[in-house]
Nanobody, 122 residues
Framework: QVQLVESGGGLVQPGGSLRLSCTTS????????IGWFRQAPGKEREGVSS????????DYGGSVKGRFTISRDSAKNAVYLQMDNLKPEDTGIYYC???????????????WGQGTQVTVSS
């Protein structure tokens, strides 16, 4: 089974920052669109941000626009999610996933990693 690996989560105070990483040793991330998702306790998983293969398309969920930034480092085969001005409602398990092609929706992503916990609390 394809394995994506998330890292970088932790406990941070409101207003703080974290940078999440999505990596794999199994395939070039450049060959896919990569998305970040999160799931809060008792809630459904939601799309946070996604980046197309070419980088020409970037999407953000409404609640994170202006605070989160997705980026790709091809040399390190990694996709990052820079999260600034974190709020308690950003708490959850964050996952990365991949999608094929250039025409995708949040529902088209798969090959989920194990996730990394982000907790925003004072």
């Amino acid at each position: 089974q394809v394995q994506l690996v998330e890292s970088g989560g932790g406990l941070v105070q409101p207003g703080g920052s974290l940078r999440l990483s999505c990596t794999t040793s199994e395939f070039p991330l450049d060959d896919y669109a990569i998305g970040w998702f999160r799931q809060a306790p008792g809630k459904e998983r939601e799309g946070v941000s996604s980046l197309s293969m070419s980088g020409s398309r970037i999407d953000y969920g409404g609640s994170v626009k202006g605070r989160f930034t997705i980026s790709r480092d091809s040399a390190k085969n990694a996709v990052y999610l820079q999260m600034d001005n974190l709020k308690p409602e950003d708490t959850g398990i964050y996952y990365c996933a991949r999608a094929e092609g250039g025409f995708y929706t949040w529902n088209d992503f798969g090959s989920w990693g194990q996730g990394t916990q982000v907790t925003v609390s004072s």
